[in-house]
């Protein structure tokens, strides 16, 4: 099995485990995802959808797409800053998958997932934002810039499935 198999066989034991814990904790799941502040997460997915559509004008762009690359790093920044005081205030609120963690277990395994899979999100969204700044600092070919962005792309792409998976499943008044 290459890596791409193994890749698409990881992602779907995580998905099954997620509906897993969603199916046979779906009371503490919901409980769980309300105490996320969903608007923090809206407004992330403001951001990417802004620096998706700025990756697309760059994309587009066949001179100078530096500022709009630049742009888009600062959206990638902005979402990662947002993300990084959002896990601040979760890790003082104590919802922290540890011994310290204050709620039942299956509300302790929602946030195991919400840490792990926003976690990983974050790694592969650094990741693209060192390949713009590395492409808005020297001069790079049509194609390779199109593969940039349709990485860029999939990154975002990942959240709009992440922020409704974890945000959004608990009701709201």
């Known amino acids: 099995m290459g890596l791409s198999g193994l890749r698409g066989h990881a992602f779907r034991r995580a998905f099954s485990a997620y509906s897993y814990g969603r199916f046979y904790h779906h009371l503490e799941w919901s409980q769980a995802s309300l105490q996320l502040d969903w608007r923090l997460g809206a407004l992330n997915t403001a ?40 896990w601040n205030q979760e890790f003082l609120g104590k919802k922290f998958p540890t011994p310290q963690f204050e709620g039942s277990a299956g509300q302790r395994l929602f946030f195991f997932f919400y840490f792990t899979l926003t976690g990983l999100h974050a790694i592969h969204l650094s990741a693209g934002l060192l390949a713009v700044l590395f492409f808005a600092r020297s001069q790079r070919s049509q194609d390779e810039v199109h593969l940039l962005g349709l990485y860029w792309h999939l990154v975002d792409l990942l959240w709009f499935f992440l922020y409704p998976l974890l945000y959004l499943i608990g009701s709201r008044p």
């Open 47 to 86: 951001v990417l959808l802004t620096s998706s559509t700025v990756m697309a004008f760059a994309v587009e762009r066949e001179d100078n797409r530096r500022p709009l690359l630049l742009l888009c790093a600062l959206l990638g920044l902005i979402f990662l800053g947002i993300k990084g005081y959002e």
